[in-house]
Nanobody, 129 residues
Framework: QVRVAESGGGLVQPGGSLRLSCGTS????????VGWVRQAPGKEREGVSC????????YYADSVKGRFTTSVDSAENTVYLQMNSVKPEDTAVYYC??????????????????????WGQGTQVTVSS
């Protein structure tokens, strides 16, 4: 059974940084698309980023471009989400999700978040002073 696990969430002050990690059992992440999806209280889930194994491309939601970076460490079989210059509106549960490809839709290339095959349980990120 494939298990996906996130770690690294916590409380961070506005303007600070946090790094989330995503690991799995039974999958080699560099061969998959790995996305980060978040859900804030009272809001729908939102695709935050996706890194594609097919072409190495990285995709980001407009709300995090220039602040968040996703990367893969093949040796550790881990995908990271480096979160810099965080804002209170970044407060959410962050999920790592694994699938066949990164998918976007529309002229704004909005990340599709509901077509991943495997999901973690989520890690809470709270941005507050």
């Amino acid at each position: 059974q494939v298990r996906v696990a996130e770690s690294g969430g916590g409380l961070v002050q506005p303007g600070g940084s946090l790094r989330l990690s995503c690991g799995t059992s039974h999958l080699t992440l560099e061969y998959y698309a790995v996305g980060w999806v978040r859900q804030a209280p009272g809001k729908e889930r939102e695709g935050v980023s996706c890194i594609s194994s097919n072409n190495g491309k990285k995709y980001y939601a407009d709300s995090v471009k220039g602040r968040f970076t996703t990367s893969v460490d093949s040796a550790e079989n881990t995908v990271y989400l480096q979160m810099n210059s965080v804002k209170p509106e970044d407060t959410a549960v962050y999920y790592c999700a694994v699938g066949a490809w990164c998918k976007t839709v529309g002229s704004s290339n909005e990340l599709v978040w509901d077509e991943y095959d495997y999901w973690g349980q989520g890690t809470q990120v709270t941005v507050s002073s």
